[in-house]
């Protein structure tokens, strides 16, 4: 999903030539088949199925939201979708394509991010 990627770039997952590389370790891995594997293949990336992965994007908004100059108008269009996770994840899309659009991204992802 084109969206998957977004929100993987949003929490700085950088894409490498094995797939979708979790740098900070934002997911936690429970596939206990895979031993420290924090590298994921596109169709692995599960930010509109899983809360597991949603949350710290989640997170991550909520920081921003609370740290910028907006307040908390910026996460209500997300904590009014809770607990779907469909309209959470698009929720979450919406929040970071005008976050990005804003070009108000700090640190290693605040350029580049791409739909």
């Known amino acids: 999903m084109k969206d998957n990627r977004l929100i993987a770039q949003f929490l700085g997952f950088q894409k490498t030539d094995i797939g979708w590389y979790d740098f900070d370790e934002v997911i936690l891995n429970v596939d206990f088949t895979i031993l420290y594997?924090?590298?994921?293949?596109?169709?692995?990336l599960a930010f509109h199925s899983s809360?597991?992965?949603l949350m710290p994007v989640i997170r991550k908004i909520l920081d921003i939201s609370f740290n910028d100059d907006r307040g908390a108008e910026d996460f209500n269009c997300i904590i009014d979708c809770i607990p779907d996770i469909d309209h959470t994840y698009n929720g979450v899309?919406?929040?970071?394509?005008?976050?990005?659009?804003?070009?108000?991204?700090?640190?290693?992802?605040?350029?580049?991010?791409?739909?």
């Open 37 to 44: 594997s924090n590298t994921y293949d596109e169709h692995e």
């Open 51 to 53: 809360w597991d992965w």
């Open 93 to 115: 899309v919406r929040f970071v394509k005008e976050y990005t659009m804003q070009g108000l991204l700090e640190g290693d992802v605040k350029h580049g991010i791409q739909s």
